[in-house]
Nanobody, 115 residues
């Protein structure tokens, strides 16, 4: 069982930045695909970025060049730097750990983008 705890959400101005963190406990995250997802109101949860255990990273087109994921396996933590934020980035962001057999979600952290 992996427990994921996100932090770092909050209020940012358009064009501003936020840094989200996801700290895992219960298992070594090294073999897990770690990702950030978001769920806009009235929509399905969607992937923002995935960091595969082999080192491959996949970003959603809408965040390429603005968001960056990096992981510190030794500290069981995954970060997502969010830059040049836009009002449509406002939503709850969730961390996910996925192995071949299991998947785990964090409780989410809310990001608000407003002037």
């Amino acid at each position: 069982q992996v427990r994921l705890v996100e932090s770092g959400g909050g209020l940012a101005q358009p064009g501003g930045s936020l840094n989200l963190s996801c700290t895992a406990s219960g298992d070594d995250i090294t073999p897990y695909a770690m990702g950030w997802y978001r769920q806009p109101p009235g929509k399905e949860r969607e992937v923002v970025v995935l960091s595969w255990s082999a080192g491959i990273i996949n970003y959603a087109d809408s965040v390429k060049g603005r968001f960056t994921i990096y992981r510190e396996n030794m500290n069981s933590t995954v970060y997502m730097q969010m830059g040049n934020l836009r009002p449509d980035n406002k939503t709850v962001y969730y961390c996910r750990a996925r192995s071949v057999h299991y998947g785990y979600w964090g409780q989410g952290t809310r990001v608000t983008v407003s002037s």
